[in-house]
């Protein structure tokens, strides 16, 4: 059974595997496939361009790249997954990791 934390945003292509935990003010742009048994800790953001992007090339944030996070993952309080980046299964991202 999912749980979903609450002030979640997600995006309408977001996909969530069986037996996986949202914290807290998670974030979603564009389309992201999470896994079976995960853990998405408080304040996560996925899916969104890096700022760099934005200043260097002064075009808007694009958010069409997928996002794949595998099964059996944890990803730490306020980390940044960027958009078109795939976590394998069974890995972890620490804690305000981008």
Same mark, same amino acid.
């Given at each position: ?24 003010? %998670?974030? =979603?742009? +564009?389309? @992201?496939? #999470?896994?079976? !048994? /995960?853990? *998405?800790?408080?304040n996560?953001? &996925?899916?969104? $361009? ?10 808007p %944030?694009? =958010?069409? +790249?997928? @996002?794949? #996070?595998?099964? !059996? /993952?944890? *990803?730490?309080?306020?980390?940044? &997954?960027?958009? $078109? ?13 981008s």
């Amino acid at each position: 059974m999912n749980q979903i934390g609450e002030n979640c945003i997600l995006s309408k292509k977001t996909t969530i595997g069986k037996n996986t935990c949202l914290g807290n003010n %998670v974030i =979603t742009y +564009g389309e @992201v496939i #999470i896994g079976d !048994n /995960c853990v *998405i800790q408080d304040n996560v953001v &996925i899916g969104k $361009e890096p700022v760099h992007s934005v200043a260097l090339y002064r075009k808007p %944030v694009k =958010t069409t +790249g997928k @996002v794949f #996070i595998g099964s !059996n /993952c944890c *990803i730490g309080t306020s980390a940044v &997954i960027y958009s $078109e980046v795939t976590v394998a299964d069974n890995c972890m991202i620490g804690d305000y990791c981008s």
